[in-house]
């Protein structure tokens, strides 16, 4: 709760005029994947239901930034074709939440007034800090306490303009971690109580393979333009 609150006050510190800007808040829906020690590569399916909630901030035609909350599950399981999957047999259950700033790049004229484009490709990069916590490992319910960990979200979308006001977007976004735990499984412990069971259950993965979260999905925002002052306007030598 008290990161949810932080995020609000956030959002309505950053909502404070800027000259030249277009508000546009908004929602996201979609899946959540991972790759990691259990899954090589990206894939949508099987997702884990996701959800996010941002403010974009309309600088130019070209260049925006955007503040969110994002929040959903992640889930995996063993599918590497090779011995050691085959006998670790994992899967697991995690939840997350995250708090994100990110820099978009429009490569069309989105808001120009003159030639206006209904839709621009664009692309994405920022930081991050997600709170994820383990829940299941296979059949087993955990306690585990929340994990604070940095991410360095990046990906690409398109945004398609309705009547000017509502904006559609389909994206898609990794999230590089620099944490090898979100499917519980990482290196080998070499402590000597351990060594000597390592041949025998093979439940560990690859302690420098750092993990990867992705979300895939499809947003809706309004577009409140800002309106500028006639008196800010004028010229100089004006009545004003």
Same mark, same amino acid.
């Given at each position: 709760?008290?990161?949810?609150?932080?995020?609000?006050?956030?959002?309505?510190?950053?909502?404070?005029?800027?000259?030249?800007?277009?508000?546009?808040?908004?929602?996201?829906? %979609?899946?959540?994947?991972?790759?990691?020690?259990?899954?090589?590569?990206?894939?949508?399916?099987?997702?884990?239901?996701?959800?996010?909630?941002?403010?974009?901030?309309?600088?130019?035609?070209?260049?925006?930034?955007?503040?969110? /909350?994002?929040?959903?599950?992640?889930?995996?399981?063993? +599918?590497?074709? $090779?011995?050691?999957?085959?006998?670790?047999?994992?899967?697991?259950?995690?939840?997350?939440?995250?708090? &994100?700033? #990110?820099?978009? =790049?429009?490569?069309?004229? /989105?808001?120009?007034?003159? &030639?206006?484009?209904?839709?621009?490709?664009?692309?994405?990069?920022?930081?991050?800090?997600?709170?994820?916590?383990?829940?299941?490992?296979?059949?087993?319910?955990?306690?585990?306490?929340?994990?604070?960990?940095?991410?360095?979200?990046?990906?690409?979308?398109?945004?398609?303009?309705?009547?000017?006001?509502?904006?559609?977007?389909?994206?898609?976004?990794? #999230?590089?971690?620099? =944490?090898?735990?979100?499917?519980?499984?990482?290196?080998?412990?070499?402590?000597?109580?351990?060594?000597?069971?390592?041949?025998?259950?093979?439940?560990?993965? +690859?302690?420098?393979?750092?993990?990867?979260? =992705?979300?895939? %999905?499809?947003?809706?925002?309004?577009?409140? =333009?800002?309106?500028?002052?006639?008196? $800010?306007?004028?010229?100089?030598?004006?009545?004003?």
């Amino acid at each position: 709760m008290k990161r949810i609150n932080c995020f609000i006050i956030l959002l309505i510190l950053s909502s404070s005029p800027i000259k030249g800007q277009f508000l546009e808040p908004g929602i996201s829906l %979609g899946l959540n994947s991972y790759s990691g020690d259990l899954n090589r590569g990206y894939s949508p399916f099987p997702g884990s239901f996701g959800y996010e909630i941002f403010n974009r901030f309309n600088m130019s035609s070209h260049q925006s930034y955007k503040i969110s /909350y994002k929040r959903g599950l992640i889930a995996g399981k063993d +599918n590497i074709n $090779d011995a050691l999957s085959k006998n670790r047999d994992m899967w697991f259950k995690s939840k997350f939440s995250e708090i &994100s700033a #990110k820099i978009e =790049y429009n490569f069309l004229d /989105y808001f120009d007034e003159i &030639s206006r484009e209904n839709f621009t490709p664009y692309l994405f990069f920022g930081v991050g800090s997600t709170f994820i916590k383990n829940t299941n490992e296979r059949n087993t319910k955990l306690n585990n306490k929340n994990k604070m960990i940095i991410s360095i979200p990046f990906g690409t979308g398109i945004k398609y303009l309705i009547k000017n006001t509502f904006s559609i977007e389909l994206a898609f976004e990794i #999230k590089k971690t620099f =944490y090898d735990e979100i499917d519980i499984i990482s290196g080998p412990s070499t402590t000597s109580s351990t060594l000597s069971n390592l041949s025998k259950n093979y439940q560990y993965g +690859n302690l420098n393979d750092k993990d990867f979260y =992705y979300f895939t %999905g499809i947003s809706i925002s309004y577009i409140f =333009y800002k309106i500028p002052c006639p008196r $800010d306007s004028a010229p100089k030598n004006s009545i004003y």
